[in-house]
């Protein structure tokens, strides 16, 4: 690894708790943001020339500090510059170890305060505490890139005005928040993964960086269901990641994974965080995908996927969070049970323009349409459905699929 991997390395997984240090208090998250890219600039300069330093978040916190009392000095905002360097000194002896990760979570449930747009809470989250950019982030809130941005500048801009408290609340106004901050949690995790597949080389720190975040939840909030089942679904996906991709570079369905490549110490990490989750007298989105994953690898246990019971799970979901992917993972089951009439029924009842951008739906579609007949449809199907995935083990897999059409 060269010194500028390094670098980017060290700035991928350490984003988000860098920018918690340096907005701490003030709420100033533009400036922190800023000053911590200018300290990556410099890094870049310095870094291969002098080596990598024994504690490379120190220096870029040390760094983006004299950044910002320079930029702080040169606008003329003296008070705010004194008492934003006074927490960074309080900071710095912080910094000596390893960096203090509820900061992290701090600046996360700072995203998910009421005053800024509930449209914008997750994804703002995953641009100040993951360092995604708004085109990364586009397709998973189907949301054309400019726009996004510019939305994401009047949420930091929100957070600086209202001067909101760098706190996690409790009570009553814990749980909406704690959706909020789940919701980014799993859409870094699913962009990580799907980009991870797609040859994105930064995505397989993103997944990791998902779930030691969902760890940290999940251990500070041991009493919250959806923490814990959060925490499993994730676990269960990342145990099954080896067995994803054959040989040939072909996706592996779930049910024809070969069970000795998934990870055995993951999936009872995952079993136990789901068991918590079902202690507790609530009932979720993540609970019910959880327990969605966890029946797809039943067969470590000798028993067969039971397609009738997660049938039953996906419409407990649709009716709870009729998510797009919710309503094709229902069709799909409903495949799976001989019913593939009434999974192409449910997708017809889906939101026609998500749809129709939406990669999964179209696979399935595919897969439908092939099982009551209609060839020609499902072959147009698969192609759209190849045409969208940037997966080159799904585009594979679909493309044999198709071919088996074709040959029959």
Known sequence: MNTAEQIEKVARLSHGRLVAILAARTGGVTDAMDALSDAVLRALEVWPLR???????????????????DAARRSARAARAADTLAILEEERADMGQAVTPDRTLNLMFVCAHPSIDARMRTPLMLQLVLGLDARRMAGAFLIPPGTLGQRLTRARAKIEAARIGFSIPEGADLAPRLSHVLDAIYVAFTVGTD???????????????????????????????EAQALFALMLYTQARRPARVDAEGCLVPLDKQD?????????????????????EASLGRYQIEAAIAAAHVARRHGL???????????????????????????????GECGEPAAGLAILDDAEPVQARQYQ???????????????QANAR?????????????????????RKALLLSS
């Not at 120190?58 to 500090?65: E, I, M, P």
């Not at 049938?311 to 089951?333: E, N």
């Not at 147009?380 to 585009?395: E, G, H, K, N, V």
Request: glycine letters at 8%.
């Open 259 to 279: 069970m000795s490549l998934w990870d055995a110490r993951l999936l009872d990490d995952a079993d136990m965080a789901l068991r918590l989750a079902a202690s």
């Open 380 to 400: 147009a199907a698969y192609d759209q459905a190849i045409t969208l995935s940037p997966d080159p083990a799904t585009r594979t897999f679909l493309a044999c």
């Open 195 to 225: 980009g991870e597949g797609a040859g994105d080389a930064k995505s397989s720190s993103l997944a990791r960086e998902a779930i030691w975040l969902g760890s940290l939840v999940a251990a500070q909030m041991p009493h919250e269901a």
């Open 51 to 69: 080596g990598v330093p024994d504690n490379p978040e120190g220096w870029l916190v040390a760094t983006a500090r004299n950044r910002a009392a």
């Open 304 to 334: 067969t996927t039971d397609w009738q019971a997660i049938a039953a799970l996906y419409r407990g979901l649709v009716a709870l969070f009729p998510t797009m992917g919710a309503l094709t993972g229902l069709a799909a089951a409903l």
């Open 360 to 374: 999964p739906w179209w696979a399935v579609r595919a897969h439908l349409l092939a099982a009551v007949g209609d």
